[in-house]
């Protein structure tokens, strides 16, 4: 079979990925695929129980073991002041407990062994004396005025509640509410899921006694600013400590915290002076790392008579876990959840949150989202269904009137955010189209007559990606630019290097595009490298959909900053003015006579060979990129599902999924990343829970019951697209990696409810599984 | 630790002899003892499928299989498919049909495809989605992988059908 392409790799080229190579014959370098000479294996000690004051712990049996090494506790961690940690969003983890384990699977001690098995046969020695306490394991009951107390260790705080935070214009809301003549109302909790890569999180920490050197192979989406908060919390210097970042399992998030595992990993490894492996197992993974969603949240919408939106109000809880550690910029104590107006020109809104401590494991993560805009769109498309149902309108009719206008652009949402740019009737009726929606509900009528349930799902999505600006969004007080390095040698090929880092997203072959389009050089001879701080510039890593919409956009710039060098050394070569210089696939000609040409190819060896006076050597340049603005990516899905009346029973028929994320770069790419999405937002919608009983034992603790889809049941889906380019990005793309987690789960969910609506059904919560709807039907009457 | 046992199994088509405890997973002999690192560890609980080889041309989640199980037994993985430098058909595919993302389980994915593409040479679309049913991606959404699986069984075919060809045009 051909695998290869004679395409170049220009912007909309779908070539081949770059990377595949190796990953195919399995020669994919993952964390736990390294073995250092001499490397211990460390396991860890969790806690059984949410919520218990820790009286003692023995750890003699354990040390006994042959082949143990060190049995590291909290108390020794503290002789080093490393028994806590601060968290992302401000707060203080612990890495060890010493005084209290605040969730089922915190992490209490670990022990290091020569052996992987030897050391789980160890921790397993470890005993622990608890006194177990009541325990929280809701935001609800978390902030009942005789709730038991989990962050009793902090000072100053003397109950459960961590932040509140507003956003939006109340007096406006108000108003708005006052003048209208309906309010719709919607109640919805979006539950706790879990990313779940599927490889775990790991590191291999190689501190070297003599020379104090710390080089860490992590399962890092953010490598640099991991090197910085390592240098901050274990006090090493910087300089010292090399993070290498290497093939990544899927990260969705979940790779973007600092584990207590990886901080013990290198503690130990410093105290012993051999390398030391940690590689957490599933049920670790699920129980202790983090987690997403986890918000209650109420929604109000005012609306004209004629089915204007005219305000939106919205309070919200969030469960945050025994530590305050979502991932997310400084300002934004709930992430960008006040996107929440979504695809609608509201002119008034305001949000209210509030956080709350609970005996659950902490994180808070961009599960394949930016910071919290899954929440918010499903709240937005969900109460727009439930609008749509009260004023007895067709879901997509109500969309339409309501849409910011494509004239709008760029647009100022109440809530303080400027869209960049869209054309949201467009994806709406090229998805409409694509559906057959309109004889697709002449079918659900005749079939509602007969007593079947069937439903058409809507979502239009707005999503906010590609963090910075640097003034307004940070990690830890780290700016979000993000960086490219690009080397072109003297043979006209070339190595750029970034401060993003792929867990699956292709950038070795797409960021290689951009390169191609701006200079003309084949994808085939860019060599993209990330993930090694020693060798590559300083960025903020990937998520939040940002490595397009930022590092993107430096890799742009670098390029184009060495092509205006290039210029130069063409002029010379060709004996003209730099001025008349033109520039085109590669080809550097003189203004007219695009006949006597010299090629980049050209112009590389020259920069290294024959310099005009007074040039510096070398085509090599780096740019830090600090974007202007978000991007907002945004798109329309249907979704088309049968139910059975006897068993609840939820069958997705079709799925159409029309996306914009502007330009394309890699359009086979991209598709790939919408199908991927498509695919967590099925499961996040029917079947991916982690919940927790009332003493907080964690019931999603393992793949049996913590549900993921299969090929079996993942519906298959039918695309579309739309382009409308970022008008601020250097190329116009905008990012694409969540839009369909962010858009799909609504959609699904409108689907069931737009089946059941007409039997008084107005709201199932996530997931949609057999059982509830079932519930829900037989409670109407209407179950088989 | 408890007494090790000698064993001896054919990886790839070499013979591996080995002393190893009682309790060691047949994935961990792969990627420790022998540091075939292409087998990967997903679930530990035989959910995911990564870790997913070819025990005697069948698939087999191997971290729910003792080495001491596979004693004399042929064992396959990722690493014996491009015989020869020359991918096969199923590796091509997965590239040319973008079947895999971050790559963690793409050798699984593929063991288990050649083994149904061996038992049904000419698979449907549910075919393929029943016999990938338990391999977990978590990148892709399965779409490209079915596709992947069509088209290698296409390849397939079509190679197979060359000696034949030569043969009848011979005789």
């Known amino acids: ?784 | 630790m408890s007494v090790s046992q000698p064993i001896t199994v054919t990886v790839n088509g070499d013979r591996k002899t080995a002393e190893v405890e009682p309790r060691l997973l047949l994935v961990h002999f792969l990627r420790e003892t022998l540091r075939l690192t292409g087998t990967h560890i997903g679930c530990d609980t035989t959910h995911c499928g990564a870790c997913t080889v070819l025990v005697e041309g069948v698939p087999v989640k191997s971290c729910t299989m003792l080495a001491v199980q596979a004693d004399g037994q042929q064992v396959t993985t990722v690493e014996a498919l491009a015989a020869g430098g020359t991918l096969h058909p199923i590796q091509a595919a997965f590239k040319q049909e973008h079947g895999l993302q971050c790559g963690f389980c793409t050798p699984g994915m593929m063991l288990t495809s050649i083994a149904l593409l061996q038992e049904k040479p000419d698979p449907t679309d549910e075919d393929i989605r029943w016999a990938l049913s338990g391999n977990i991606c978590r990148c892709t959404g399965y779409m490209n992988i079915v596709k992947a699986v069509k088209s290698a069984a296409a390849q397939m075919k079509a190679a197979a059908a060359v000696p034949a060809a030569t043969a009848a045009a011979r005789s």
């Open chain 1, 1 to 784: 079979m051909a695998v290869e392409t004679p395409l170049k790799g220009n912007i909309g080229d779908s070539i081949r990925r770059k990377e595949d190579d190796r990953f195919i014959r399995g020669r994919g370098n993952y964390v736990d695929d390294i073995a250092l000479p001499g490397m211990l294996h460390m396991a860890i000690h969790r806690s059984p129980f949410a919520h218990a004051r820790i009286k003692s712990i023995k750890t003699e049996a354990a040390q006994a073991v042959p082949g143990v090494v060190a049995v590291v506790t909290g108390a020794l961690l503290a002789q080093h002041k490393l028994a806590w940690m601060p968290t992302l969003s401000g707060d203080t983890q612990a890495v060890l407990a010493t005084d209290k384990v605040r969730f089922q699977g915190q992490e209490v001690a670990c022990v290091v062994a020569t052996d992987p098995y030897v050391a789980r046969d160890a921790a397993a020695l470890v005993e622990v004396d608890y006194e177990v306490l009541p325990a929280v394991v809701t935001p609800q009951q978390a902030l009942e005025p005789d709730a038991p107390l989990i962050r009793d260790e902090k000072d100053g705080q003397t109950n459960n509640h961590i932040y509140h935070w507003e956003a939006g214009d109340k007096a406006k809301t108000d108003e708005a509410f006052a003048k209208a003549d309906r309010v719709v109302s919607l109640d919805t909790f979006y539950p706790r899921c879990h990313p779940s890569p599927l490889e775990t999180c790991g590191i291999v920490a190689d501190v070297n006694s003599a020379t104090g050197h710390a080089t860490l192979y992590m399962t890092s989406q953010a490598p640099h600013a991991h090197r910085t908060l390592f240098a901050i919390v274990a006090g090493l210097p910087e300089q010292n400590i090399r993070i290498i970042s290497p093939d990544i399992g899927g990260g969705f998030g979940n790779k973007v915290p600092i584990y207590p595992g990886y901080v013990v990993a290198t503690a130990a490894s410093l105290l012993i002076g051999k390398p030391v492996k940690w590689v957490e197992d599933r049920s670790e993974n699920l129980i202790s790392t983090g987690f997403a969603r986890d918000f209650h949240m109420s929604g109000e919408m005012a609306l004209s008579n004629d089915g204007r939106i005219l305000g939106l109000r919205v309070k919200l809880l969030s469960d945050n876990g025994a530590f305050y550690a979502d991932a997310q910029p400084t300002k934004f104590r709930a992430g960008l959840f006040h996107i929440v107006t979504g695809s609608y020109d509201v002119a008034a809104a305001h949000v209210e949150a509030d956080g709350a401590y609970t005996n659950k494991a902490p994180g808070g993560v961009a599960y394949r989202c930016s910071f919290r805009v899954t929440e918010a769109s499903y709240l937005i498309e969900r109460l727009v269904e439930s609008a749509a149902l009260e004023m007895k309108m067709d879901p997509a009719d109500i969309r339409l009137k309501n849409f910011i206008k494509p004239e709008q652009f760029p647009y100022m949402s109440a809530t303080g955010f400027e869209y960049d740019s869209g054309d949201y009737p467009r994806a709406m009726q090229v998805a409409l189209d694509k559906l057959g929606y309109q004889s697709l509900r002449q079918e659900q009528a005749e079939k509602r007559k007969k007593g079947e349930l069937m439903g058409i799902g809507v979502a239009s999505f707005t999503e906010v990606v590609g963090a910075g600006p640097g003034k307004h969004y940070d990690i830890a007080g780290l700016r979000m630019f993000d960086s490219a390095e690009l080397r072109v040698h003297p043979t006209g090929k070339a190595i750029l290097k970034l401060g993003v880092k792929s867990q699956g997203q292709g950038h070795e072959t797409t960021f290689a595009q951009i390169v191609t389009e701006e200079l003309g050089i084949p994808a085939a001879d860019v060599e993209v490298q990330e993930g090694d701080t020693d060798n590559t510039p300083y960025g903020l890593g990937t998520y939040a959909s940002r490595s397009t919409p930022v590092g993107g956009a430096a890799t742009a710039m670098v390029s184009r900053k060495l092509r205006d060098k290039a210029k130069k050394i063409a002029a010379h070569l060709l004996e003209a003015s730099d001025a008349d210089i033109e520039f085109d696939q590669g080809k550097f000609f003189v203004r007219g006579s695009p006949s006597k040409s010299k090629t980049i190819q050209d112009v590389a060896f020259a920069a290294y060979t024959n310099l005009p006076d007074g040039m510096e050597a070398g085509l090599e340049g780096v740019t830090y990129y600090d974007p202007p603005n978000m991007t907002f990516p945004f798109g329309t899905y249907l979704v088309v599902v049968d139910i059975d009346r006897g068993t609840g029973q939820v069958k997705v028929r079709r799925m159409v999924a029309v996306d914009d994320c502007g330009v394309r770069i890699n359009p086979m790419i991209v598709e790939g990343q919408i199908h991927g999405g498509l695919t967590e937002g099925f499961g996040i919608a029917f079947m991916q829970l982690i919940t927790f009983d009332e003493e907080g034992n964690c019931l999603g603790s393992n793949f049996t019951d913590y549900l993921l889809p299969t090929s079996w049941e993942t519906p298959r889906f039918e695309m579309g697209e739309t382009v409308t380019p970022s008008p601020h990005h250097p190329i116009g793309a905008k990012g694409v990696g969540e839009s369909a987690t962010v858009g799909s789960p609504a959609a699904f969910v409108n689907a069931v409810i737009d089946a059941v609506a007409h039997l008084g059904i107005t709201n199932i919560d996530m997931p949609v599984t057999s059982d509830k709807v079932w519930a829900a039907l037989h409670e109407k009457g209407a179950a088989e």
